[in-house]
T-cell receptor, first 113, second 113 residues
Framework: NAGVTQTPKFQVLKTGQSMTLQCAQD?????MYWYRQDPGMGLRLIYY???????DKGEVPNGYNVSRLNKREFSLRLESAAPSQTSVYFC????????????FGNGTRLTVT | GENVEQHPSTLSVQEGDSAVIKCTYS??????FPWYKQELGKGPQLIID?????GEKKDQRIAVTLNKTAKHFSLHITETQPEDSAVYFC????????????FGTGTSLTVIP
């Protein structure tokens, strides 16, 4: 009963390096999301994918790209990491019905030095 | 877009007492309000939710109330236990923004044994 799985759990990057955060869900959900969590700022939406083949920008998309690889997988890429991207990143998924909750993974803690 | 405010940011209660966390939202079209509990090092987990056609919902020691006129909703935890200690987030879903959730900034609840 895995739910939403994120890898890696921890990552340290130097400024300018690139990396991809992986997310997979086994609940057959249509929608998938990437959030970042910073102290005192709650959860802010980076990108989301309402269904396979579509992606849309959220509140804070600058510096990120996403790929909805298939229905199960949604990856987040940092092309040139900056210290301002130091954060905890959460992937989430949701059923297609409107009034249904998000299911979150356990996060990736990213530090950019 | 929607703006969700959450108070208080920190809350300490004695074991057995009640805890109340309040959120307000700005968009009158918002119609789904989940509450999440986040334990240290983990992702947020849904604990209760309420839809706009309902004024109150209860699940054992947890209840949520919604006042659509005033645009606020509250989480009530009765007979608190040490394992209730965590960060709690409220959220609102607005049809105007597709499937986007807007989160409050969180309340760190400490239950003192």
């Amino acid at each position: 009963n895995a739910g939403v799985t994120q890898t890696p759990k921890f990552q340290v990057l130097k400024t300018g390096q690139s990396m991809t955060l992986q997310c997979a869900q086994d609940m057959n959900h249509n929608s998938m999301y990437w959030y970042r969590q910073d102290p005192g700022m709650g959860l802010r939406l980076i990108y989301y994918s309402a269904s396979e083949g579509t992606t849309d920008k959220g509140e804070v998309p600058n510096g990120y790209n996403v790929s909805r690889l298939n229905k199960r997988e949604f990856s987040l890429r940092l092309e040139s990491a900056a210290p301002s991207q130091t954060s905890v990143y959460f992937c989430a998924s949701k059923q297609g019905t409107y009034n249904s909750p998000l299911h979150f993974g356990n996060g990736t803690r990213l530090t950019v030095t | 877009g929607e703006n969700v405010e959450q108070h208080p940011s920190t809350l300490s209660v004695q074991e057995g007492d009640s805890a109340v966390i309040k959120c307000t939202y700005s968009d009158s079209a918002s119609n789904y309000f989940p509450w999440y509990k986040q334990e240290l090092g983990k992702g947020p987990q849904l604990i209760i939710d309420i839809r706009s056609n309902v004024g109150e919902k209860k699940d054992q020691r947890i209840a949520v109330t919604l006042n659509k006129t005033a645009k606020h909703f509250s989480l009530h935890i009765t007979e608190t236990q040490p394992e209730d200690s965590a960060v709690y987030f409220c959220a609102a879903l607005t049809p105007n923004t597709g499937n986007q959730f807007y989160f409050g900034t969180g309340t760190s609840l400490t239950v003192i044994p």
